[in-house]
C-alpha cells in the first residue's frame, strides 16, 4: 500500500476539489493521503470531513511559505510542510491569512508587469481559470499565459517572466522560518522541510541546516518527491535518521496544472510506502498524548 501525503487542491494552485481528489485517491488504490495547499488549511478541512465516508485515512496538513534560514542563500520561498494540525488554531490562521493577503496583493502587480511587456492580460481572466481569487497565484498568471499562446508551457512562463528576478516576479511577505515551525507545533502539528531536493543547493552543509532546523522545531523530512533521484532519496533517508526525523513523502500533485506529475506515482516511479503515514500517525498521537498529559498538570 502506498500513500501520497503532498497534494495540491483548488483550495491553492491544484485543478482537483479535495472531493475529486479523494476519489482519485480511491480509484488509485492509495492508503493515505494529505492536502497540502499553500498557506490555507481550507482544501485540508474538506478533506478531513469527507475521508472516513470512503474508507482513506487522511491527515490534516498545509504548505507554509516561510522566509529562508540563514544558512539558506536562496531567495524566494523556503516550504515548511504542516502535519496533523488543528483547524482552529487562531494564530496560525492569522498568518495563513496574512500570507493568503501577500499573495492576492501581489496578483494585480504582476499582471500589470505583464501589461507592461505587451501582454493583454486580465486579473479576472487569471481568477475565472483559478475558479476565483480565493488561492490564486503565479501558476494560474502562467497557465492564462500559455492558454493565451504566450508562452508554449508553464514551465517556460516561469522561467522567462515569473521565477525570481525575471520581468514579472513580485515579492511577497513570508512568515520566518522558526516562526512557522513553531506555529505547526503549537496547532498539535509535526513540522516538515519539503522537497529538498529542490529547495537546497547541493554545496550547503546538510547536517548542519538540520541541526538548526531540529533546534527551531523541525520533526520531519521529505525524502519521497518525484525530482528526488535515488542518490538524493538515500542521502534524505540516511540524513533523517541521523536527526531522528520522521521520513514523509509525496508526489506534489497539482491536476492538469502540472500534467507530467501523477497522484501517488509523480512522473512515474515514485511509491511513498504506508509505513512512513504510520510512523507519522503514531507520532502525532504521541504528541497528543503529551500536550493532553501537560495540560492535566
Excluded: W
Excluded at 494552485?13 to 480509484?27: F, K, N, V
Excluded at 514579472?168 to 511577505?173: A, E, I, T
Excluded at 520566518?176 to 516538515?192: F, K, N, S, T
Amino acid at each position: 500500500m502506498n500513500i501520497d501525503l503532498h497534494i495540491h487542491s483548488t483550495a491553492s494552485d491544484g485543478t482537483l476539489t479535495p472531493l475529486e481528489i479523494l476519489s482519485l485517491a480511491r480509484r488509485l488504490g492509495l492508503a493515505a493521503i494529505a492536502i497540502t495547499d499553500h498557506d490555507t488549511l481550507a482544501g485540508s478541512r474538506e478533506l478531513l470531513e469527507r475521508s472516513a465516508r470512503l474508507g482513506i485515512k487522511a491527515v490534516s496538513g498545509v504548505e507554509i511559505s516561510a522566509a529562508p534560514p540563514s544558512l539558506c542563500p536562496q531567495r524566494g520561498s523556503f516550504h515548511v510542510l504542516g502535519y496533523g494540525i488543528a483547524f482552529d488554531h487562531s494564530r496560525l490562521n492569522q498568518i495563513l491569512e496574512r500570507l493568503q493577503n501577500a499573495r492576492s496583493e501581489r496578483n494585480p502587480k504582476i499582471i500589470q508587469r505583464l501589461n507592461d511587456l505587451g501582454f493583454a492580460l486580465d486579473l479576472a481572466e487569471a481568477a475565472e481559470l483559478a475558479g476565483g481569487l480565493d488561492g490564486l497565484g503565479r501558476p494560474h498568471i502562467a497557465r492564462l499565459m500559455k492558454h493565451k499562446g504566450y508562452v508554449a508551457s508553464i514551465d517556460e512562463a516561469f522561467d522567462r517572466y515569473l521565477g525570481h528576478g525575471k520581468p514579472g516576479y513580485v515579492d511577497k511577505f513570508r512568515v520566518p522560518c522558526q516562526e512557522a515551525m513553531r506555529l505547526i507545533r503549537d496547532a498539535g502539528g509535526i513540522p516538515v522541510l519539503a522537497h529538498p531536493g529542490v529547495t537546497l543547493d547541493d554545496g550547503l552543509d546538510l547536517d548542519r541546516l538540520l541541526a538548526d532546523l531540529v533546534a527551531m522545531g523541525l520533526g520531519g523530512i521529505e525524502v519521497y518527491y518525484p525530482d528526488h533521484d535515488a542518490v538524493q532519496t538515500a542521502r534524505f533517508a540516511g540524513a533523517a535518521r541521523r536527526h531522528g526525523l520522521l521520513m514523509t513523502g509525496g508526489s506534489d500533485f497539482h491536476g492538469s496544472l502540472k500534467p507530467e506529475i501523477q497522484m501517488g506515482v509523480g512522473s512515474g516511479t515514485l511509491a511513498v510506502p504506508y509505513t512512513l503515514y504510520e510512523a507519522l500517525a503514531a507520532a502525532l498521537a504521541a504528541r497528543r498524548g503529551h500536550v493532553a498529559a501537560s495540560a492535566r498538570e
